[in-house]
């Protein structure tokens, strides 16, 4: 879902993907029309990136700066999680865009750590606090079901189809809960994907 939301934006300009390095996997692989992205990951071994510890307070060169920048599936990971979104906001240029997605109901998955969930109302107050402004937060998907499948679906992923299949039964239950409870889908959010300008 983070990848459909990451598909209806045109970034233009230089984007800097903080969190990551440069790999088949990466949500920034499906940025549109733009590949001008510099990776920011203190692990990485490729001396084109930058090469920062996200947990502690940035205090380097601020004289590069970035027209985006994206930050998916990386702050639940940051203990220190402040220091990672103010650095955002250093590399950012003036009116410059900040996207990024994190999960909420979703295994305990450590890159080495995973430290915590936050919410709609966490995402907002923490991006005003760094200076971001425009901000909004949606839920990438949600419902009670859609949660279930999050739960098991790294049981079930080992079975070809099994997974799409249950994906699919899951999201027309809380389809037709919904008839019934309207906001099942932001009390049971999978994840979030935020947005905010310098």
Do not use: W
């Amino acid at each position: 879902m983070q990848i459909l939301e990451l598909e209806k934006f045109e970034l233009k300009g230089s984007i800097l993907d903080v969190g990551s390095k440069k790999s088949p996997s990466n949500v920034s692989n499906h940025i549109k029309y733009n590949k001008d992205i510099t990776y920011l990951d203190k692990y990485s071994n490729d001396p084109n990136d930058i090469k920062i510890d996200l947990e502690e307070k940035y205090i380097g060169n601020l004289d590069i700066k970035f027209d985006n920048i994206v930050l998916f599936n990386v702050l639940e990971h940051i203990y220190k999680f402040h220091n990672c979104i103010n650095t955002c906001n250093s590399f950012l240029k003036k009116d410059g865009l900040f996207i990024g997605s994190t999960p909420f109901i979703f295994q305990i998955h450590g890159s080495p750590n995973d430290y915590f969930r936050f919410t709609s109302e966490t995402l907002n107050i923490i991006l005003k606090e760094a200076g971001f402004k425009n901000i909004e937060t949606k839920v990438l998907l949600g419902g009670i079901f859609v949660c279930f499948y999050s739960s098991i679906s790294r049981s079930t992923q080992k079975i070809p189809f099994l997974n799409n299949l249950l994906f699919l039964i899951c999201q027309f239950f809380d389809l037709i809960l919904s008839i019934f409870s309207k906001n099942l889908r932001s009390i049971f959010p999978i994840g979030y994907f935020f947005k905010g300008k310098k």
